[in-house]
């Protein structure tokens, strides 16, 4: 790179680094400085609440082969409010990503770059400012070794996180890994020349939050993409009127739902929670159908398309761990079928089609946005579910990989919007199914407990599938 591409370059890291979320800290030591300890804690503490503790085995192993990861890294630490909310490890080759795939060539191609490891963050953390934080100051920091770019080993979630700053795959495909529960990985590496213009986006974007990128389109959705209004759209505003109709509509939701007071209440029974996540597993399976067919549309802006199918394609399988957490509580009647779908759940899995086929293709992020953010919600009552009915992590599979998985994804949703919608009409569109399809989905936990009261009573041949057992 020429010498003025790199200041460049680095003013544009260092806007990142520093621009956002003035609250936060940011502080780069090498093992002997850091903060070890708090960010064990941190990586413990996350990897338990995702269901990832083979991760701290894996730390283990390392440390028992004498690979002094943590060791030899420079590790960086944001804080909030005194807090630590986020780490991330820098580590000169002989990677962990070698290591872990027996790809050992990647320590020779990639002798002069850093790998990016341990990128953790606390999860009611702001995810994408702390996570950029954190990767720009990564990227710095690297820069202060003199290397020559980047080098990673992520899953599907944090590599579109790591693409968004240049990054590339290096295989054509992901990576199984036996020792991470089979998790699949991909590799990624970059050199800070293909870093430069997606830093410079992201930095601009930071300087001045009004500027968007101007689709493109053509076809049927020409017209509803090109005519816009001149006037820009205050994204901020707009993005808080949804958090506060939320916050109106989860709190009425939560305070009338019958289930939920049932968990609230620690009410709730193994019956009642498999009845629900036979629901779940029944609407979860047609997520990823659904949201591909927006992507399948006529003439929509590239970025858009993209970010249709790519989240389709994250949500294939992920009714499985729904199916398996049901089977995990021992309760299933011997060779028992599961039911079809109650009525309002096939209404609610109808909807999702027709809004996603039909009218402004941008409605269906209205589902995704309430759908992607509800964890500060539910969390409280997760977390009492999981007490009162005495579950593992393994049993509550769906719910801890989507609280990962979904942190990310809100972010990019919300990215996605500003950069797509251009007018009113469209915000409010978005607005009208992120309510239409939360009250469908209260109309669907409102029937399964009503259901439980049929069971209850002796009356549901539906739910055959559990065994009758004594309600606490």
């Known amino acids: 790179m020429k010498k003025i591409e790199m200041a460049r370059f680095v003013a544009d890291l260092s806007v990142i680094a520093g621009g956002q979320a003035s609250s936060m800290q940011l502080e780069s030591a090498p093992y002997e400085r850091a903060a070890m300890s708090a960010i064990h804690r941190l990586r413990a503490k996350e990897y338990e609440s995702k269901g990832a503790s083979y991760l701290c085995a894996v730390d283990g192993e390392a440390l028992l082969k004498n690979l002094a990861l943590d060791e030899r890294s420079v590790h960086l630490a944001v804080h909030k409010d005194a807090e630590l909310i986020g780490a991330l490890r820098l580590t000169a080759a002989p990677?962990?990503?070698?290591?872990?795939?027996?790809?050992?060539?990647?320590?020779?191609?990639?002798?002069?770059?850093?790998?990016?490891?341990?990128?953790?963050?606390?999860?009611?953390?702001?995810?994408?400012?702390?996570?950029?934080?954190?990767?720009?100051?990564?990227?710095?920091?690297?820069?202060?070794?003199?290397?020559?770019?980047?080098?990673?080993?992520?899953?599907?979630?944090?590599?579109?996180?790591?693409?968004?700053?240049?990054?590339?795959?290096?295989?054509?495909?992901?990576?199984?890994?036996?020792?991470?529960?089979?998790?699949?990985?991909?590799?990624?590496?970059?050199?800070?020349?293909?870093?430069?213009?997606?830093?410079?986006?992201?930095?601009?974007?930071?300087?001045?939050?009004?500027?968007?990128?101007?689709?493109?389109?053509?076809?049927?959705?020409?017209?509803?993409?090109?005519?816009?209004?001149?006037?820009?759209?205050?994204?901020?505003?707009?993005?808080?009127?949804?958090?506060?109709?939320?916050?109106?509509?989860?709190?009425?939701?939560?305070?009338?739902?019958?289930?939920?007071?049932?968990i609230d209440e620690n009410r709730i029974t193994r019956e009642l929670y498999a009845i629900y996540m036979v629901e779940t597993y029944h609407y979860t399976g047609h997520n990823a159908r659904n949201q591909a067919l927006v992507g399948m549309r006529t003439g929509l802006p590239t970025p858009y398309m993209k970010f249709c199918l790519e989240h389709a394609a994250d949500e294939v399988g992920h009714e499985k761990m729904a199916l398996h957490d049901v089977n995990?509580?021992?309760?299933?009647?011997?060779?028992?079928?599961?039911?079809?779908?109650?009525?309002?759940?096939d209404i609610f899995i109808s909807y999702l089609y027709w809004i996603s086929q039909t009218g402004n293709p941008l409605q269906r992020l209205g589902y995704s946005y309430w759908a992607e953010s509800c964890y500060k919600y539910i969390n409280p009552l997760l977390a009492k579910l999981r007490k009162h009915l005495d579950l593992q992590a393994s049993q509550m599979t769906f719910f801890i990989a989507h609280s990962d998985i979904d942190a990310e994804h809100f972010e990019d949703i919300k990215r996605i919007i500003e950069r797509t919608c251009k007018s009113q009409e469209d915000l409010d569109a978005v607005t009208r199914v992120m309510e239409s399809t939360l009250k469908l989905t209260g109309d669907v936990l409102n029937a399964c407990h009503r259901e439980y009261e049929c069971h209850l009573a002796g009356q549901s041949k539906r739910c055959a599938f559990v065994d009758t057992l004594a309600v606490s």
Not at 132 to 147: D, P, T
Not at 253 to 262: E, F, K, N, V
Not at 331 to 343: C, G, K, S
Request: glycine share 4%; hydrophobic share 40%; charged share 25%.
């Open 95 to 262: 990677f962990e990503l070698s290591r872990e795939t027996g790809y050992q060539e990647i320590d020779r191609d990639y002798a002069e770059h850093v790998e990016f490891g341990r990128l953790v963050m606390a999860r009611d953390a702001s995810y994408r400012v702390s996570a950029e934080k954190l990767m720009a100051a990564g990227c710095l920091a690297a820069l202060r070794q003199n290397k020559a770019g980047i080098v990673a080993m992520c899953r599907p979630v944090q590599a579109r996180l790591f693409e968004r700053y240049g990054l590339k795959r290096i295989l054509t495909s992901p990576i199984t890994l036996p020792q991470r529960h089979n998790g699949s990985y991909w590799l990624l590496a970059s050199t800070w020349q293909s870093m430069t213009e997606p830093i410079a986006r992201i930095a601009e974007h930071i300087r001045n939050p009004m500027s968007t990128p101007t689709p493109t389109a053509s076809s049927d959705l020409k017209g509803h993409f090109m005519n816009r209004e001149n006037d820009p759209l205050d994204f901020p505003a707009f993005f808080c009127k949804l958090d506060q109709r939320l916050d109106v509509l989860w709190g009425d939701l939560i305070r009338t739902s019958p289930l939920l007071r049932a």
């Open 328 to 345: 995990s509580l021992g309760i299933l009647a011997p060779e028992a079928a599961i039911p079809v779908p109650l009525m309002e759940t």
